[in-house]
Each structure stands twice: as structure tokens, then as C-alpha cells.
């Protein structure tokens, strides 16, 4: 029904940037907050940012004032520009998004996507 998927990870070298997609589609209403997330092996997935329909923002003190979340509502779209990249910033990214879907009952549903690969080279 509903599908979120990422794109722009890759491999970079310490210091660079990339940026994040995460388009949703389907059956969708509306959408709340969104929200990236990311997982390091042998680490548990930790939330990294948050962007409200409105355009409010939260980071954690890992990445803030490296990394900036934004959103295109007309396109259901969020992204994720990542600068200053360190190795510990190496993970798998993932995108949520707290939405209502269009079934004629807007049932509220959390969607995840895939995950997107960051490696960040020394």
C-alpha cells in the first residue's frame, strides 16, 4: 500500500557530503513526521533526525549542525544533506514516516523504507 525508498548513499571520504532521498507513495492521505534513522553493525538503530509536516526539526547531538533534514510535501519527499562526514557516520540509513493512509478510514500507519548504505572513508 505504502512504499518509502531511499536513495543517495554511498562511499565518501571523510569530510565530504552526500545527500539523502526518501520518496513515499501509495495509498497516502497525509503524512506527519518524518524521520531518518540509522544502524551501524553491531549497533542498535538510533534516530538521527525528525522533520514535522510543519517543517519543525530535531537532531541529535551526533550529527547536529553537520547534517540538515528537509522536506517537499507536494512530493511526499524528504531528504537528509549530510555534510562533513566522519567514519562513525558509516551505516545503513533508513526512513520513516508516520502517515494516514487513503483507505477511506485514514487508518495511521508508520512506513519504513529499505535502507540506503553510507560508508565513510578515513
Known amino acids: 500500500q505504502v512504499q518509502l525508498v531511499e536513495s543517495g548513499g554511498g562511499l565518501v571520504q571523510a569530510g565530504g557530503s552526500l545527500r539523502l532521498s526518501c520518496a513515499a507513495s501509495?495509498?497516502?492521505?497525509?503524512?506527519?513526521?518524518m524521520a531518518w534513522s540509522r544502524q551501524a553493525p553491531g549497533q542498535q538503530r538510533e534516530q538521527i533526525a525528525t522533520i514535522s509536516s510543519g517543517g519543525s526539526t530535531n537532531y541529535a547531538d551526533s550529527v547536529k549542525d553537520r547534517f540538515t533534514i528537509s522536506r517537499d510535501n507536494a512530493k511526499n519527499t524528504m531528504y537528509l544533506q549530510m555534510n562533513s562526514l566522519k567514519p562513525e557516520d558509516t551505516a545503513v540509513y533508513y526512513c520513516n514516516a508516520d502517515l494516514w493512509l487513503a483507505d477511506g478510514r485514514q487508518t495511521f500507519y508508520r512506513a519504513w523504507g529499505q535502507g540506503t548504505q553510507v560508508t565513510v572513508s578515513s
Open positions: 501509495g495509498s497516502i492521505f497525509s503524512i506527519n513526521v
